[in-house]
């Protein structure tokens, strides 16, 4: 599964990171995200979506999003796909051993974590989206823990 159609006027494809029409920056937005991976979020956050926010930058061409939910939480939505490099595909595995091995050594360093899935060959992050200025500066070194 691909996370999404391209938008209106791209064609029928599916989405995919490699597709052309994404080389120059595109990601597809949020309307365009199929329903499986939207409700597995919705199922993940317990709360349904007031904004959503196309976020740029990082690593990937997949789609990325600052999610502020209902209830007043913010999220930030962030996944691989089987159209991903090898290198992306395994680093949700990566990060959720981090986020379930040091939850002590991250706490006031990193966003906290919300959740993840895996739907039909997608894979979604959801840590908490967060302002830089609620974090101290350096975290401690990792060897030392």
């Given at each position: 599964?691909?996370?999404?159609?391209?938008?209106?006027?791209?064609?029928?494809?599916?989405?995919?990171?490699?597709?052309?029409?994404?080389?120059?920056?595109?990601?597809?937005?949020?309307?365009?995200?199929?329903?499986?991976?939207?409700?597995?979020?919705?199922?993940?956050?317990?709360?349904?979506?007031?904004?959503?926010?196309?976020?740029?930058?990082?690593?990937?061409?997949?789609?990325?999003?600052?999610?502020?939910?209902?209830?007043?939480?913010?999220?930030?939505?962030?996944?691989?796909?089987?159209?991903?490099?090898?290198?992306?595909?395994?680093?949700?595995?990566?990060?959720?051993?981090?986020?379930?091995?040091?939850?002590?050594?991250?706490?006031?360093?990193?966003?906290?974590?919300?959740?993840?899935?895996?739907?039909?060959?997608?894979?979604?992050?959801?840590?908490?989206?967060?302002?830089?200025?609620?974090?101290?500066?350096?975290p401690p070194v990792l060897h030392d823990v």
């Amino acid at each position: 599964m691909i996370f999404a159609r391209n938008s209106p006027g791209q064609g029928d494809e599916l989405y995919s990171p490699l597709h052309a029409a994404n080389r120059d920056r595109r990601k597809t937005p949020w309307r365009n995200v199929l329903a499986p991976i939207k409700n597995e979020r919705a199922r993940l956050l317990g709360s349904p979506v007031a904004r959503v926010t196309r976020a740029w930058g990082g690593y990937g061409s997949t789609p990325t999003f600052r999610l502020r939910l209902r209830d007043g939480r913010r999220a930030f939505f962030t996944g691989v796909n089987e159209a991903s490099n090898d290198f992306m595909r395994a680093a949700p595995d990566s990060e959720l051993r981090i986020h379930r091995e040091l939850p002590h050594v991250l706490e006031g360093h990193a966003p906290g974590f919300l959740g993840s899935s895996a739907v039909d060959g997608c894979r979604v992050l959801l840590p908490e989206d967060v302002s830089p200025k609620q974090f101290r500066p350096r975290p401690p070194v990792l060897h030392d823990v």
